[in-house]
Each structure stands twice: as structure tokens, then as C-alpha cells.
């Protein structure tokens, strides 16, 4: 069915033109578009893109005139090396068609590839500037490797020459456990599988079935931008960044930079590098410790020595035990004496009790013999009952009396020894007054006599001079005399005069 006629417009439609449906004349357009377009190249520039969640990739290709809509169907962009992003400069191949829901023509893209190493670059340097901007580039982030680590987690393909070098040079400089997660380290599946392995080594349990490393090396040997663009993808920068492990890069030949390397805790230049990193050599450690055994040996050696020495001489500087115990000895005796003294000072108080005791005891005994006599001439007119009774009682006020006078006799020898004691605080307290007051006199004295004495006007930077005994207050006498004493604050000088 031909759509199209040639002829020139003679007017309006006859009514005999056929009628169309919408969608046979949608069909039609579908097929002269497609028939004429069968495939096609196109450069431009990648607009807006989306991903929805049924994995198409849907996108704009456009340049300054022009905006064309663009679909990868969700097995081709599995296939991708590189994924398109806005602003990206393509060459995307594949078919022209239209889309009769919307009434649009678009290109289904079969691959899509950027235009050349400029486009590459220009994506790679606003990606890494937007990752530099949220900080992911910081230095501080960057964690100290361990220094000896047990478990060694390494991200690469499994059947390269870079697990080989690692393992051998793992092999040695000093052997490790090493847990391998193989991956992709090229094509489409490299960055999410790249990602998984470090968020996978990440989420392992520390000492469990399957230890997590202390350190992870991602590595792969060298290539073109192409092949290493997997790890400049962004998830795998988020993923490197967001590591709770610290992470070793070494990714390409040395020349080879890439966004993980910028991320990383470390980057090595070679794979082989990445291993050196990760673990000392063995002997050179045993030989450092052996080294550190001996200075230390030889340090507590010259310790011993030294302090040794060092006792040595501060014994012989310490006085001898007699000596050190002259100045005890003599306090001793000093307090011996005046205890001494101070025991002589209750002989007074003493006698004084002893005398009140003897004027107590005669009247005591008096009382007692007249009670006696009193018991004799009662005791031959009573009863023995009744003598008992009063024997009895008399005992008993005896023994009342004598109770009494133990505790007023104990009184009497605490109040005097408590007067011999303020007696004696008070006598040495005088004797300390009596002593500041000297001293005090002394110092004022010292004082008076350095301010009225010329000493002080020599401190001022005066001089005396003498002449023998004499004192020189002129010149003219000072021209007479033969030889001139001068003195100064600080010593005594001798001179001699010249005449003019």
C-alpha cells in the first residue's frame, strides 16, 4: 500500500480519497522509516538519562539543533563496557524506528561507545571532581595499614598472572592466609562485581567460619582506559571509600591511574608492589628483632654498670653511721637533762603531798584509838550481840572514811601535777619568747650597724682609701703617701700614687 502520491495538490480532498486508521497510518510511517533507516551511526551527545528499574536504559542524543530518543534494551546494556552518562560524547550504533504510542521516532541502540579517549577523559574528570567534592579524596580518611596483618582479603580474577604474583611474593616475605574473591576485572560485570567482593569481605564476621581480613588488595594487570574504566565507576569509588577494612589498590601498570586509587588507603604501582606493601620480609624482621635484643641487652648492661657507679659514689659521699647519729645522741642528751630537770621541779609539790599525808595520818589514828577506848568501856557494860553490831558499824564507817580519803588524796596529786605541767609549758614558752625577742634585738642591731657603716656606700659603688691606718680624703694627701690601699665592696686593692 503506497501512502504517498506524486501528483501535484489539485485542490482539496475528493471524496473518493481513502480513509485511514491511526494506527495503519502509524504501521506505514514504521515501515518507510525502518525500510529506509535499516542501520545507522550516530555522534552525539548524551542528555538526559534513566534507569528504571526493569534494566532498559532509556536516553537522549543530542547536539546543537537536534534531540533524538534513544533505548538499550536491558540484555544490551548487560553487554556494555561502558556505561553512558550525561554528557558523554558517543557514536551509538543501531536502528531507527518510531514509537506509534507517542507519535516519535526513535533510535533502538544495539552498542553505544564513546567517541574516542577525549570523551573517556572528559567523563573521567568531572566524575572524579563531583567524587573530590564530597570529600571521598580527603587524606584524612586515609588509615594506616596493618602492620603484620593475619588475614590478607585479595579482589581479582582468579586465573590471571596477578593472583600468582601476589601469592608468591605473599610466599616470600613472610606467608599470610589469603581469602581470594574472584571477579571481573574487565567488561560490563566488573564494577558491580568489584563492589560486591569489598562490601562482601566487609560484611564477614571477625574471627568467624570465614574470617574477615584485616587488609584488602584489589588488583589487575595493566590495559588501555577501556579496560581499566571498571574501576573508575562510581559504586566502585563508594564502595572502596566506604571500607571498613583498610583497602591496597593496585590496579594497572604504574603509569595507570584510576578513581579507586584516589580512594584507597594505599596505592601500589604493580600488583607485586601491593604484596610488599601488605607484609614485612620475615628476615629482615627477625634480624631487626635480634638487633633490638642485643641494644637492649647491651642498655641494661650499661644501666647497671652506670647506676652501679653512681650508688658507689653517692656512698662515699654520705657521712658515716657514727657521725649520722651524733646530733640524735646529743638531743638525747639534752632531754635527759631536762627531764631531769623538770622531775626536780615536783620534789616541792611532793613534799607538800607527803606533809598533808602526815598531817592526815595522826588524826586518822587518834580518832581510831578513841574509838578503841570508847569499844573497851562500852565493850564491859554490852552484850556480845550488841558489841558485834557496834563493831560492825564502826567498820564500817572506817572503811567509808578511808575510801574518802583515797580519792582526795588522788585529787590533791592531780591537781599538783597538773600546776607542775602549766608551770613548765609556761617556762618554755618564756624561754621561746625570751629567744625571738635576742634574736630580734640582734637582727636590728646588724641592720643599725650596716646602715651606719660605710660598707653599704661602698656597695653604691664608693671607695675608701688609706694609706697605712691612715684614712685619705684628698688628693694632696693622697700625692704624700707612698703606697694607697683601696678598698672596694667586693676586696681590697694596692696603688701607687704618680705625681703629675
Known sequence: MDLFDDREDDGPAKDNSPEYTVGELSGAI????????????????????????????????????????????KGVAARLETRPEEGMEVIA???????????KYQIIIEDIKPAGMGALMAVLEKRKAALQAEGLFDPARKRPLPYLPEIIGVVTSPSGAVIRDILHRLRDRFPRKVLIWPVAVQGAKCA???????????????????????????????GSVEDLWGFNEESVVRAAAASDIPLISAVGHETDTTLIDFVSDMRAPTPTAAAELAVPVRHELMAYLDQQHARMSRALSQGLVQRGQRLRDMARALPRPDSLLDTPRQRLDRAGDRLERAASLTDAPKLRFERAALRLDPALMQGVQQRKIK????????RPAALRTRLRQDAQRLDRASQRLAPALEREYKQQQQRLNRATRALGDAGKRQIVQWRNQITAAERLRRTLGYEA????????????????????DAAQAQTLEIQFADGKVQATPKSD
Open 192 to 222: 558491580p562485581e568489584v563492589t560486591r567482593a569489598i562490601e562482601g569481605f566487609n560484611r564477614l564476621t571477625p574471627g568467624g567460619a570465614l574470617p574477615r581480613p584485616e587488609l584488602i588488595i584489589v588488583a589487575r594487570g595493566g
Open 93 to 103: 550504533t543501531g536502528r531507527i524506528t518510531t514509537f506509534p504510542g507517542q507519535s
Open 375 to 382: 569499844l573497851s568501856d562500852l565493850a564491859g557494860g554490852m
Open 30 to 73: 514504521k515501515r518507510v522509516i525502518e525500510n529506509e533507516f535499516g542501520h545507522v551511526r550516530i555522534r552525539a551527545e548524551v542528555g538526559r538519562v534513566s534507569l528504571p528499574r526493569s534494566g532498559h536504559v532509556y536516553l537522549d542524543l543530542k547536539d546543537d539543533k537536534a534531540v533524538m530518543a534513544g533505548i538499550i534494551w
Open 457 to 476: 656606700t661602698l656597695e653604691r659603688g664608693f671607695a675608701v682609701v688609706r694609706s697605712g691606718t691612715s684614712l685619705i680624703t684628698s688628693s694632696a
